[in-house]
């Protein structure tokens, strides 16, 4: 079996409380980008997992594997598989990549051993192996609250427009960057803002994270800056970066851009 594991940019991200367990209420937009890892899954006699393409960095498990464990400590008719994980979404960049690998196992296996769990279920599951990975499940656009895990549908449709995503060569570790965010309460109502048109998204739409990031990695704003040079209609790091999102009414060439990261534009299957 053959999942395609998309990434996310949010929209809007305010960090409104630190919270008793160290983590933190959020109000954002998560949005689904068409940029892919691959989930391939084979019957195996015994669980294995290897991952090509982009490296990543050792941190215990890979969540592929966590979500394979968690799954079967509760459904212990789950076959053991051997997964190949192609790494294609940059990793560290605020595209949730991990995040969406997890969740798409969750749902390959649900399928594959005829668990028929729910999508509130498989969110459960999800929002235990990271606060980004329950969003994956559903995969539409949403406003989250919570620590990212809850959410509400909302209509927004960015498909007749370009979107452009660059990577610095910068690993952003997320607890790190959480933990240079002063909580405050959102300034804007994001499901009212979304609802302008997009060239004013920039007066009321931010990120809180960008602060302090650009602070540090000075790079991760020029190509902010850059963006909105080229004709962006909105411009943003995602999450807690290090990727920036352009959104642009068409297609620009952005070869200047490629001197201060990598250029990706996610693209239909
Ligand atoms: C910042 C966001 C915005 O969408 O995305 P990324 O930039 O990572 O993609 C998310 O909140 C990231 O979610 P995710 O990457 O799943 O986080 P987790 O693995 O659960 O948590 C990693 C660490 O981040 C911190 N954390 C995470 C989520 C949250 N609401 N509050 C937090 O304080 C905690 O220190 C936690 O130990
Ligand atoms: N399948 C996976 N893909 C990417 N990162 C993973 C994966 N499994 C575990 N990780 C760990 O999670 C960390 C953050 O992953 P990533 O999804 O890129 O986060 P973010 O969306 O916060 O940028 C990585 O540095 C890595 O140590």
């Known amino acids: 079996m053959i999942s395609f594991a998309n990434a996310k940019i949010n929209i809007g991200l305010f960090v409104s409380r630190r919270r008793e367990d160290g983590y933190h209420d959020i109000e954002t937009i998560f949005y689904p980008v068409k940029m892919y890892d691959v989930v391939e899954m084979h019957a195996a006699d015994s669980y294995s997992f290897e991952t090509y393409g982009i ?3 050792e941190r215990g498990d890979n ?7 968690l799954l079967k400590s509760d459904f212990p008719q789950i076959e053991p598989v051997a997964i190949k994980l192609l790494k294609n ?3 560290g960049a605020g595209l949730g990549g991990g995040s969406s690998d997890a969740a798409f196992v969750l749902k390959a296996l649900s399928e594959w051993n005829k668990l028929n769990l729910k999508a509130e279920e ?3 599951y999800a929002a235990k192996l990271g606060a980004d990975c329950a969003f994956f499940v559903e995969n539409k656009p949403v406003f989250a609250t919570g620590i990212g895990d809850e959410f509400s549908e909302i209509s927004l449709d960015l498909s007749t427009y370009w979107i452009v995503i660059v990577k610095p ?3 952003i570790s997320t607890a790190e960057a959480y ?3 002063i909580p405050a309460a959102p300034e804007v109502d994001l499901c009212r803002a979304i609802k302008l048109p997009i060239q004013e ?3 009321y739409i931010k990120n809180d994270f960008e602060f302090g990031i650009f602070d540090k990695y000075p790079v991760i704003q020029e190509i902010k800056h850059k963006l909105y040079e080229k004709g962006a209609l909105y411009a943003s790091m995602s999450g807690s970066g290090s990727a920036v999102y352009g959104i642009f009414e068409e297609e620009v060439n952005l070869d200047e851009l490629e001197a201060l990261g990598k250029v990706f534009h996610p693209v239909e299957l």
């Not at 969540?63 to 464990?69: E, G, M, P, V």
């Open 63 to 69: 969540l592929c594997t966590k979500a394979y464990h």
């Open 55 to 57: 490296h990543i960095p």
């Open 122 to 124: 498989l969110q459960k």
């Open 201 to 203: 998204w920039k007066y």
């Open 89 to 91: 979404i940059p990793v």
């Open 169 to 171: 060569d910068i690993h």
């Open 179 to 181: 933990s240079q965010v």
